[in-house]
């Protein structure tokens, strides 16, 4: 049974930092690409950023430059380092896991997390 974990969240003032972290468990978890998704009320699931099985990166342009992904393959556990958070950052972030390729098309993704709270407060 595959499950994915995440952790990390809570509130933080704007210009603050939070690091996410994602523990799968129940695939091998070298074989997948891994990725981070966030979800507003009302909003619909969009991409943040994702990271391949050889470790190239990708973002969506909002977040460019402020989150850092990465992954550990020892620990069986994907990062998001978040810097300099905006109010519109403010979410349910995600993580998402894809045999093989990544992507940052959702509708892709195999199996996803239950998701944490991130409140970025003006």
């Not at 969506?60 to 402020?66: F, L, N, P, Y």
């Given at each position: 049974q595959v499950q994915l974990v995440e952790s990390g969240g809570g509130l933080v003032q704007?210009?603050?930092?939070?690091?996410?972290?994602?523990a799968a468990?129940?695939?091998?978890?070298?074989?997948?690409?891994?990725g981070?998704?966030?979800?507003?009320p009302g909003k619909e699931r969009e991409f943040v950023a994702y990271i391949t099985l050889t470790d190239n990166k990708y973002y969506?342009?909002?977040?460019?430059?402020?989150f850092t992904i990465s992954r550990d393959n020892a620990?069986?556990?994907v990062y998001?380092?978040?810097?300099?958070?905006?109010?519109e950052?403010?979410?349910v972030y995600l993580c998402a896991a894809r045999f093989g390729v990544?992507?940052?098309?959702?509708?892709?993704?195999?199996y996803w997390g239950q998701g944490t709270q991130v409140t970025v407060s003006s």
């Open positions: 704007a210009g603050g930092s939070l690091r996410l972290s994602c468990s129940g695939l091998t978890f070298r074989n997948y690409g891994m981070w998704f966030r979800q507003a969506a342009d909002s977040v460019k430059g402020r620990k069986n556990t998001l380092q978040m810097n300099s958070l905006e109010p950052d403010t979410a990544s992507t940052y098309r959702k509708d892709e993704y195999n």
